[in-house]
């Protein structure tokens, strides 16, 4: 019902709930002491201490000094329970996101490694040979273009150039989508024909009129 990543309190606060909601330990009933508890389930007593004190949070049970732990509330351990097991899938989910985009990350630097091996490799090719070559477009720091989307830019529709990938310092992004925007200092590695990297290399460098 928990996952191996919770800790140690919040598995035996749920084992507990889960005995309380069962029937095993009925409403009224007094909970084993803390030093019973720890060694049946083969933890500190101030393990058990805090698992009890989340339980009492939770009003599933009620801690008096003098008579010890008391069972007041098998609805609320059912009401406990639901509430692990959702907030466990939450953190699931976060989990198997973080592992997404870790592999998601590796990925793309693979892709770019090749990328740019790809283009190291054409050096030694004519590129007569290549129906479609590849060309690299700075982008001036005063370019126009900055701050905008490829996709609000109309990129390939304005110049029948396809940017394949975006060097940005030490990083390439790899085919970058039409929400990607495009920055100073940035590099385009684009394919098309040579029209088309002229009217790149115009796009990217025209001055805006001032009025």
């Keep these: 019902m928990c996952t191996a990543a919770s800790p140690q309190y919040l598995q035996i606060a749920l084992d507990i709930a889960a005995r309380i909601a069962r029937g095993e330990l009925p409403e009224g009933s007094v909970v084993y002491g803390r030093s019973v508890m720890a060694s049946e389930y083969g933890v500190s007593p101030e393990t058990i201490r805090r698992s009890l004190h989340l339980l009492a949070d939770m009003k599933v049970v009620e801690i008096k000094q003098q008579t010890g732990v008391r069972v007041i509330s098998a609805d609320n351990a059912r009401r406990y329970i639901a509430n692990f097991s959702e ?18 990350q590796a990925l793309n630097q693979r892709i770019g490694d090749t990328v740019t091996a790809l283009l190291r490799a054409r050096e030694t090719f004519s590129a007569a040979h290549d129906p479609l070559p590849n060309y690299e477009v700075p982008v001036p720091a005063d370019s126009p273009v900055i701050g905008k989307s490829i996709g609000c830019l109309n990129f390939w529709q304005s110049t029948g150039a396809t940017i394949t990938g975006i060097r940005r310092g030490k990083n390439l992004i790899v085919s970058p989508g039409p929400y990607a925007e495009l920055y100073g200092g940035d590099v385009l590695l684009i394919v098309g024909s040579s029209g088309a990297v002229s009217a790149a290399q115009s796009l990217v460098s025209a001055k805006e009129e001032s009025y």
């Design 87 to 104: 907030s466990s899938e939450v953190y699931k989910l976060r989990e198997q996101l973080r592992s997404l985009l870790a592999e998601h």
